[in-house]
Nanobody
Framework: QVRLVESGGGLVQAGGSVRLSCEAS????????MAWFRQAPGSPREFVAG??????????ADYVKGRFNISISRIDDRAAVYLQMNSLKPEDTAVYYC???????????????????WGQGTQVTVSS
């Protein structure tokens, strides 16, 4: 059973903002970090932003740095990961996914075993 639920996507004009949410179980949240990934049609899934569980240190892909902000919250046995997306561009159009993640060297990759796989994602479409 996948323990991730993403929401908050939609259609937005270029320059606009969207806030994505991801509900996760504490088990999913227990790994090294949580991260957002995205996948555009015909392209592989790519890292967008990550946040380390222990110290809340964040990292961003160069193509979103300065525009996106990742944060997390935890209440009892549930955790939530957010992605505030500002100054959106048409090239940000993709399905956005959150997941547990690890960092190997300078690269981030998902660790879907903690979550039991991938959630359904949430579509963000940016019109020009």
């Amino acid at each position: 059973q996948v323990r991730l639920v993403e929401s908050g996507g939609g259609l937005v004009q270029a320059g606009g903002s969207v806030r994505l949410s991801c509900e996760a179980s504490v088990q999913t949240f227990s790994g090294y970090a949580m991260a957002w990934f995205r996948q555009a049609p015909g392209s592989p899934r790519e890292f967008v932003a990550g946040i380390r569980r222990m110290d809340r240190k964040t990292e961003y892909a160069d193509y979103v740095k300065g525009r996106f902000n990742i944060s997390i919250s935890r209440i009892d046995d549930r955790a939530a990961v957010y992605l505030q997306m500002n100054s959106l561009k048409p090239e940000d159009t993709a399905v956005y996914y959150c997941n547990s993640a690890i960092k190997a060297g300078s690269s981030w990759r998902a660790n879907p075993s903690l979550a039991g796989g991938w959630g359904q994602g949430t579509q963000v479409t940016v019109s020009s």
